[in-house]
């Protein structure tokens, strides 16, 4: 393999935390998504709370097309799938195949957040805006700050591959590369629940 | 030595055995698929009444994201505790805050 050229040969079994800093980086990363869960609890909470004050507007029932989640669900699913691949070639020490898999992860996520840019738009052309109703300001508040974490996580993802080509595979680099799938994993957790209870729940009525 | 130890480990990822490779990631993949399938089927199905659909869905969802922290954000290899004994508390708090909604406040 070629990728013993970019570091050297000398990279430990488990870069990502073979330094204090990589561990320290994983360790404050969980302690991260754990405030980030509770972030994302209180607007589940606000949203389902609010989610049948529709005024006259349109309910989700009426707005929701089941079609367009589930092609943004598969997106989203399978790009985690990749993300977790970059992390295995991590283990290989394969640079390239890093950057392969986090370029495809970019790729599908990308595709995830232009479906639901399309599907915004629509919705706005529907009546159904922020300031609309009470459903309205909690749904674009959750779903939008979930479409906010992914658009920083493509941006984010994008820079660390074009920081392995500057820097190869190393103690300093390994450990972002891990945080960021980390970072990925959960933001496709959190679709999990939104795609249960906002929309599939939504079309229950 | 740890050193040495260490050396030897990195030798048996290159050869591979020892090294769990994607097959579990792909395994988590084809459940997280199938749950999702199954979620949006049910709610499909005019057949099933609304609170089995929202229980079940929920039940799913839970299910999936076990899966995905599990598989994809490595709860199941080794030198997690710290981070799984966060999530269960985490989890705690959070059942017990529904629990306090849902039973004490709501009826």
Redo the contacts between chains.
Sequence with gaps: MSSHDHHGGA???HPE?ATLEGKNKV?GF??FL?GE?VLF?TLF?TFIALRNQVLDGKSGEELFS?AIV?AA??LL??S??FS??AV?AM??QDVKGIQFWLAITVLFGAGFLGLEIYEFVHYVHEGHTIAANAFGSSFYALVGFHGAHVAFGLLWITLLIIQLSKKGLTTVTAPKVYVAS?YW??I??VW??I???VY??G??? | MANHEQVQSSERIKRGPAHEGPRNHFIAFGISMALTLLAFVAVATPEFGNTFKVGFIIILALIQAFVQLAFWMHMKDRGHIFPIVGLATGFFVFLTALFMAVKLLWW
């Design positions: 990279l430990p079994a935390t360790l969980w302690l754990g869960t609890g909470a089941l589930a669900t598969i699913l399978t985690s799938l977790v691949l295995q283990n290989r980390l994993h959960f496709d957790v999990v629940f795609f249960t209870v599939l729940m079309k229950v009525g």
